[in-house]
């Protein structure tokens, strides 16, 4: 099957924002402050007459920092309770660790941000908190869902008459039967993750306002949008680049995926 | 209508040009104007919005929404012209007796809007209201709390005798100031106001809008307008409304905004130059700045232009650490303060702060607030002390920064020199966020208040000012233009400072 | 069936609960109270401090919990700590845009998605397929505000088509106010809906009883409405849930930029100002919203491809 959009394509479109995210800070440009919005440098001055392109560099880091970093956190803790909760004897655990979850369900995981974000003001680390707590329930059953697969199958049952450990059935085989279904959703949920914290970020409720960050500046350079449009297209080309890119890689692993999983019918 | 009156917004350095007192005859102002005002139209106006905060009940205000709703259907006694002087409206005169203690005033023939005249009755109603202990929100409670209401009384229908517990040449002014509107007597339903204004209530939508239509009665001239919309809507939302032709007036806008409009023909920029102050506030009770070197240092330090046409994108006048300039009573004779990067060192090292960290306390409560602080870092940095940007809650920080913050942002709207002083420069202000406190500074103010003689006051509160600049906790950097936009159809919108006269007043407003 | 809608609503009760309890807190956790809300320099600490006792903030945490409790119990939501006026006519006001604006973009989004999902699904692999979704795919990689932005610049300030803002509008009068925001929350929603109704589609048509009927000669229509549809409809409609969430989150940042006094930024507004009866009664009303549409969305898909494991 011819491949949709080349491999190359999709890799560098998520490549190229995450070395600006990483390496950026650790470049530094000796420019001058100028007057805000004007054109000149390489890519003009924001609306404190800073330069755009040094912005780019440092603004990286809390725009994707903070989106993978509450991911991580999400995968990890609501990692280990789906694993749990799929791995235990007894149903009443199971019940207890899942449960609770299903109370944040019912609420729209930008206003739970957004009521965080405003309480805790320009703090990076309770936002991305409140976004992994905000996954922590749906990544719960994902993992759940896909132990109970692999828990209830002859493979473990062999295992255990094997008398293998607790630990190596359920975090070892188990735990690596759950990757699959993970890493096709991994995709999805980073670029939601990327989403949710540049819309808290966009309308203020996030980091400081003259924070360098993507998100923060396409929101604070609207207004010279038609003096200076470079204040907010480059940020913006930046994290569209990003969640495009990998948007398009998560599809081609979903797609993969599914291919083995039809061969092996 | 003379030229002179068309130039109002514009002070220029020269404080206090004496402008010839408004006495309500209308102007049209347009600086073109070939064509006679015309009748009818509806206006469209946006500020920016406070959600259910905002309020119809004239004596619970505070946002500049609603003091625009407010402005269009009641009156007050007194109101403030561009260089913040008193100006009779619906008390056509004052006169103090010799201690200025006791003042009477005579009433206009003014008409409310169920028909009912002006009365004493009415004045006497208003100001028991605002002064109502047994509701605290009441913003002007604190103002006229000199008021002695059980000796103030009616001498007939149109004279009223209003007596103060403590003497105060300064008195019409603080009639002048928010939440002091005259209601009818007996007003209780806020969501029924009748006033004296220029417009008559219709509908109010709390964060939304509010209309009204001209009143046919209004003693100054029936107003050109037939329908006036206040509405509300936050920064962006404004600057779109304006341009794409969904608000003719727009309140409060950025300099921003001002250079793309300029770029454009369809919205004009109205400025009132130099309108509020901008500044940096230091608690001089709190180390380091208890240390008047550490003050002059800093105050040395501020780079002010630059911060002008940064933090203000040039739309805006340097400031002298004064409140005011422009105003009645600055005194403009001190010279300008300056830059100096190597007496601000010296007298760092002589204090002993030198590689020394410093924590400036801002938020983004109001615009520019952040930017401003984060540029003053950088010039405070050049001289070896770390000055550090940190932030709090924008919506409680008036409130934080009168005890938290050795060093602070700090910004204040139009007002009396005075009042400025009274709400936060003596002992017992309930604002002074530099936590200034002098009782001899107390006294000589407490003496100029007295004086009736107008030169003789406006000298002392000159010494005083010149204390305060030296040895104040206030580094005013720069005064912003108040600008407001209008599409190029709106005629007769004046230039003025906030909490004037003439600001967000539709009166005398028509469309071309 | 009925013992299972009565389980669902048994644990919707305890769910509504415990979320109220979390919203208190962590309302009551925030730094400064509505009386420190309003705080303007001419309101003296002092009045402040009579403000507060006058709304019954100094009283301990559990009382005004409990009382609020037992005021919602009889249907009564309480007054606003900032307007004084009913918190049901803040939830009447703001409900009324947001739903407009939901049920406008659904209206469009589900014919849509789902002749575009069905589409793709029965080309699957074609050139249609592809085309189609690589445009749902790169659409739906650019967030909201970015799109609300560019719509703005182009179709409002630039050309002067459509009205930036709902500054002053009315939806009676002047209906084309909902254009932008639509096509803004539409972007996303379609593509993801899409999406699940061409994977529901295609694991429908690879089902081993439509091969069969297929085989048995069973007419194209019918097999797709009468076989296809429901099944490919069941994850579209969980989407269509899960929706609900994206949507709701998109229609804060429509509701900022286009100036729209809607739910979402009623409660926000609420959390700024620390106006706890508000934010506790929009917050009820969202999530009992969101519990029906949950629940709604459960008995559509058991109603289209009954299956026992959910009656247990």
Known sequence: MRARIPLALSALLVLIPLLVAILGPLITIDVKPGLPYEKGGLLGTDGLGRDV??????????????????????????????LLAASTRHRWVDEALIRPLDVLLPLPSLLVISVVAVGWRASPLAITLAVAMVNVPTVARLVRAAALDAASGPVVEALRMQRESWIGIHLGYVGRAVLGPVAADIGTRITLAVFLVASVNFLGLGLSPTAPDWAVSVSRNREGLLLQPWAVLAPALLLVSFTLGFNLLADRLVHRTRRLVEAKR | MSEALNRRGFLGLAGGLGLAALTGCGSDGASNAAAQPKAGGRLRAVFAGGGAKEVLDPHVQSLFVDIARHKAMFEKLVELGPDLKPLPRLAEKWEPNAQASTWRFTLRDATFHDGQKLTSQDVLYSLARIADPAVPDRVAQSSLASLDLRRCKAIDPRTVELVLTAPNAEFPALLAGIGTHIVRDGFKDPTKPIGTGAFKFVSFEAGRSMVANRFDDYWDGAAKLEELQILSADAEARANALQGGQAEYANEMTATFARTAEAGKTVKIV???????????????????????????FKLLADRQRLVDVVLAGRGVVGNDLFGKGFQYYPADLPQRERNLEEAKALLKKAGLLNKEVEIFTSDSTAGFVEAATLFAEQVNEAGVKLKVTT?????????????????????????IPQYITDRLLTKSPFNVTHWRQPAFDAAFASAQVLTDETARAAKYGELQKTLRDQGGIIAWGHPDFMVGVSAKVQGVEAAPP???????FDKVWLA | MRSYAGQRAALAVVQLAVLSILVFVLTALLPGDAADMRFTETLTPEQIAQLRAQLGLDRPALERFTHWFGNVLTGDLGTSLISGGPVLDIVKASVGATLVLTLATLAIVVPLAVALGILMGTRENGRLDRTITSITLALSAIPDFVIAVVLVALFSLKLGWLPATWVGGSLLTNPVLLVLPVAVLLGRTVCLLSRQVRAGTINALHADYVVQARRLGVPRRRLLLRHVLPNAAVPGVQELARTGDTLLGGVLVVEAIFAIPGFATALVDGVETRDVPVVQGLTLVLAVAALLINLGADLVCNRLVPRTELLR
Do not use: C, E, W
């Open chain 1, 53 to 82: 392109f040094s912005l780019l560099l440092a603004g990286g880091r809390t725009a994707l920092g903070m989106a993978l970093g509450a991911v991580v956190i999400a995968y990890l803790i609501g990692g280990l309770i789906g």
């Open chain 2, 271 to 297: 400025a009132a130059k130099g309108a509020t102050t901008q500044a940096f506030v230091m608690k001089v009770d709190q180390a380091p700045f208890d240390n008047p070197d550490v003050r002059m240092a």
């Open chain 2, 392 to 416: 709090g809650s924008a919506q409680t920080y008036a409130k934080d920064l009168l005890t938290k913050g050795a060093i602070g942002s700090h910004r204040s709207g139009a007002m009396p």
């Open chain 2, 499 to 505: 909490n004037t006269l003439d600001s967000a007043r």
